[in-house]
C-alpha cells in the first residue's frame, strides 16, 4: 500500500517513536514539581520547548505547547483580537485559510482576501483590506489542498506598517524550514511533520497584545491549560529537529517526482485541470481535477488498487459542497486528487500510480456515462433538467448535450446542486465555451451556457 496523504497527517517519523518510548520512562511526571522526577520533567520540557522555539525561529518564552495545531489557531485568534479589542473586532483572512481559521473568524467580523487561479493571495489585497478598525490578519505559510506558497514575508511588512499583527497557520510547512518575514503570531500542528498527534505550537512574539482566553491556568503562561502531554512533546520537537536536518534533500527528490506527476497526468488522462502554482508550491503535494468524475468513487478505485490519496470534491462522503479552497480558486472542483508524498515515497511508488491512473479514472468515465463527442444538430436552445442531482452530473449531461446545439446556440443547466456553481463554469473553460451565467429557475438555478465552437 502507497500512503500518498502527507499532507493530511505524515507517518509517525523513526525519531519521534524513539522519543516517544524513551520519555514516556523518563517524562511522567509534573514537570511543575520540585522532587527529582519533576525535576526531570522540567528538563525535558524545556529542552524541548528550545528545540521547537529554534525551528521555528523564536525565543523559547515566546512558544507555547497546545494539544493540537487547531486548539493554536483558536487560541491565537481569540488571544490576539482580546488582545487588542480597543481597537476593534475587524479581522482580515484569506479565502484559502485552513477550515480552523475560517471556523475562529466566524465569530467575529471578516474580510475575505481574494486569491488568484493558482492559489495564491496578493499582497496589495492585504493593503485594500486594512481598516482603521483592523485588529488582526491571518494567512497561511502554504496552502493545504494544493500546494501553493503565499506570499507570506511581503504580507508581514504591510501588516506591520498598518500596526496590524499577522497571525501565521505554518502547519505544512514548518517541517520544511522557518517561516520568512517578521510575522507576529504562528501555529503549526506536529503530526504534519511526522511528531505524533495531539501537539500543537503556538507562538507569540514578544510586544504583541495578547490576552488568554477561557479560565486562567498556571500552565504553558496561561494560553493552554492542563497538564503537558510530554511525551508527545518530546517527540513532538524531536521530529522537528530530525526532518529540518533532512528537509533540504528530501525537498529536491520529491519536487522531482511531484512534477513528474504534474507533467504526465495531463498526457495520460484526458480532461484534466492540474491546479495550483507550478513553481512556488511544497514539495510534496500535487492535485489535479478529473472532468466526469465522482471523486469519491475515484478514491475507491484508487484504494483498491494500493493507494492513498485525499479529495477536495465536493463528492466526498465527508460533505455536499465544493472545497472553499478549490471554490475561491475558481478551478474545477469534480473529481479531485490530491497526491501528497511523505518522505521516502519512491520513484517506483510514483510510475505504479501513473500506471494505474488512467484506468482508474476511465472506469469511473464509464460507469457515470461520461459523453462521447456529438455532432447532431438539432435545437437553437437545450434545456437539461438536473435537479437533484449531484455533480458531476449536470456537468456530464452538459457535455453530452453542448454538441447538440449549433455554434451561438445555448444549453441551460437546471441544477440545485452548489457544486455546480464552480464546476459549469470551470468546464466551459476548459472545453472554451461561453458561460452566461445564472438564472432563477424552480427550485435551483439556471447555468446558460453559450456553444462558442
Known amino acids: 500500500m502507497s500512503y500518498f496523504d502527507a499532507a493530511s497527517s505524515a507517518p509517525l517519523h523513526p525519531v519521534a517513536r524513539q522519543a516517544l518510548l ?25 529542552a524541548a520547548r528550545e528545540a521547537a522555539a529554534e525551528a521555528v525561529g523564536c525565543r523559547a518564552d515566546e512558544l507555547t505547547f497546545t494539544s493540537s495545531g487547531t486548539r493554536a489557531v483558536h487560541s491565537g485568534i481569540a488571544g490576539a483580537l482580546a488582545g487588542r479589542r480597543r481597537v476593534g473586532r475587524h479581522l482580515i483572512v484569506s479565502a484559502v485559510e485552513h477550515s480552523s481559521v475560517l471556523h475562529s473568524a466566524e465569530l467575529f467580523e471578516v474580510t475575505e482576501v481574494p486569491v488568484s487561479r493558482t492559489g495564491a493571495v496578493s499582497p496589495q489585497a492585504y493593503v ?20 501553493t506558497v503565499q506570499p507570506v514575508a511581503e504580507v508581514a511588512a504591510v501588516c506591520r506598517q498598518a500596526g496590524v499583527p499577522l497571525l501565521v497557520d505554518a502547519a505544512q510547512s514548518l517541517g520544511w524550514g522557518p517561516v520568512e518575514g517578521e510575522w507576529s503570531l504562528l501555529t503549526a500542528s506536529a503530526h504534519k511533520w511526522g511528531g505524533p498527534s495531539g501537539v500543537g505550537l503556538l507562538a507569540v512574539r514578544k510586544g504583541v497584545r495578547f490576552s488568554p482566553q477561557g479560565p486562567a491556568d498556571e500552565r504553558e503562561s496561561g494560553r493552554a491549560p492542563g497538564f503537558e502531554n510530554l511525551p508527545a512533546i518530546v517527540a513532538a520537537a524531536a521530529s522537528l529537529r530530525a526532518v529540518r536536518a533532512e528537509a533540504a534533500q528530501e525537498a529536491v527528490r520529491l519536487r522531482e517526482l511531484t512534477a513528474r506527476i504534474r507533467a504526465r497526468v495531463p498526457r495520460l488522462v484526458p480532461d484534466v485541470d492540474v491546479v495550483g502554482d507550478p513553481e512556488k508550491r511544497l514539495p510534496g503535494i500535487v492535485t489535479f481535477s478529473c472532468l466526469y468524475v465522482d471523486g469519491e468513487t475515484l478514491l475507491h478505485e484508487l ?4 493507494f492513498s490519496v485525499s479529495s477536495g470534491s465536493s463528492c466526498t462522503s465527508s460533505t455536499l459542497t465544493p472545497s472553499h479552497v478549490l471554490k475561491a480558486m475558481g478551478v474545477l472542483s469534480e473529481g479531485n486528487v490530491r497526491v501528497s508524498l511523505p518522505a521516502g515515497a519512491t520513484s517506483e511508488e510514483v510510475e505504479r500510480f501513473l500506471e494505474v491512473l488512467p484506468g482508474a479514472v476511465a472506469a469511473v468515465r464509464e460507469k457515470l456515462g461520461a459523453p462521447t463527442p456529438s455532432a447532431v444538430v438539432r435545437e437553437d436552445s437545450l434545456v437539461v433538467d438536473a435537479l437533484g442531482k449531484r455533480c458531476p452530473i449536470p456537468v456530464i449531461e452538459l457535455a453530452k448535450v453542448i454538441g447538440d446545439v449549433p455554434v451561438g446556440g445555448t444549453v441551460r443547466v437546471l441544477s440545485d446542486d452548489e457544486a455546480a456553481r464552480l464546476d459549469i463554469p470551470a468546464w466551459c473553460e476548459m472545453r472554451e465555451q461561453e458561460y452566461v451565467g445564472e438564472e432563477p429557475a424552480d427550485n435551483g438555478t439556471a447555468h446558460v451556457i453559450r456553444r462558442i465552437r
Not at 485588529?135 to 493545504?144: I, P, R, T, V
Not at 484504494?303 to 494500493?306: M, S, T, W, Y
Open 22 to 46: 524513551a520519555s514516556l520512562d523518563e517524562g511522567w511526571a509534573d514537570p511543575s514539581r520540585l522532587y527529582r522526577e519533576g525535576r526531570r520533567a522540567r528538563l525535558l520540557l524545556d
Open 128 to 147: 485594500d483590506a486594512l481598516r482603521p478598525d483592523t485588529a488582526l490578519a491571518c494567512l497561511q505559510s502554504a496552502n493545504h489542498e494544493v500546494g
Open 303 to 306: 484504494d483498491r488498487e494500493g
